[in-house]
């Protein structure tokens, strides 16, 4: 089956870098829910299963392996609203998601820091909440057990080329999720959106720092990508940080665009910017 905009209803290409697998499973409009899974796991965990039956089928799919954990980023129905539907098709399932959030279907609240050993997935689950698109939301950084490859599930926090908006919290916790948290990550963490949204967020890269070669051929590539009905996911961190204005706002050619002179009046404005981008 496809959805109205011509996406596949189940689009599993599997990521094998090292040993650690991504199933990518798109959903509604544009989001991504994901199934990930360690070398040494004989289960999946499932990300954001927003549709849960579609999420199911994947697991099936690939191995026919049973998904009984699920990591929710955040409260908003787009990323969480699967949740209840999926604990009836798994009787037992663990949802798991942040202590300050209303997560639908949650079991497990979790709190900054906290660690997870998801041993049947063959992983450990590293919470971190990641406050400003809402205040509870929590980035999953997932490591296999056996080859310690990385991960980092982000919601609506940090996207491929952008960030979210900052729908409840302000521009310190906009710093401290996305400078001080997320981009101190291993370099070659993998990091998984919750969203396609990556040509707009380039274009607005490029927009704000024409002369980036990084971001250009970024975009290029993304636009390359999309023509071919293809997901812009994953990236790095290390790629984020040569290209995503939102990791710079201590460049100085971003701080003479925005006219600001701090680093955290740079990260304001730029979001205020690309609100009406």
Known sequence: PRLADGWDRIWCDIYLSIAMQVVVVPCLNNNYAYLVQGSGGNEWAAVDPVEPMAVLQAARENGGKTCRNILTTHKHEDHAGGNAEFA????????????KEQVEGCTNAVHDGQEINLSEVGV???CIETPFHTMGSISYLVTDQLTQEKAVFTGDTLFVGGCGKCFEGNVQNMWDTLIHKLSRLPPDTKVYCGHEITVKNLEFCVHADPHNSCAQEKLDWAKKMRSQGKPTIPSTIAEELSYNVFLRPLDSNLQMWTGKISAMETLAELRRRKDVF
């Open 124 to 126: 450990q689950v590293k």
């Open 88 to 99: 009836k098709n798994v009787p037992g399932c663990v949802v798991y998601g942040g202590e």
